[in-house]
């Protein structure tokens, strides 16, 4: 099964630039995920997704959180599942 995790997280205004370097290059600890990439969008929002091979409910590593003096509010994180193509 895969398990698509997905962390959110909003700069200070002028500090997207940061918060997107900030996120690229935080590690995660054990086995990679099979794929990971980053978004960014207005309002310096900054958006992580990873898939993994696991399931749903699996302990997975995930990026932390950033100091609070580079985001506005604490991160948004949820996990998905794929849905079968009909």
Known sequence: ???ALMWEARAVP???????????TQELDGDPPLRRETFRAPQDRVLVITWWDAPYDADLPELPEPDGDLVTRPVHRWRFEPVAVD
């Open 14 to 24: 002028g500090r997207g630039e940061d918060l997107l370097a900030w996120a690229r």
């Open 1 to 3: 099964m895969t398990v």
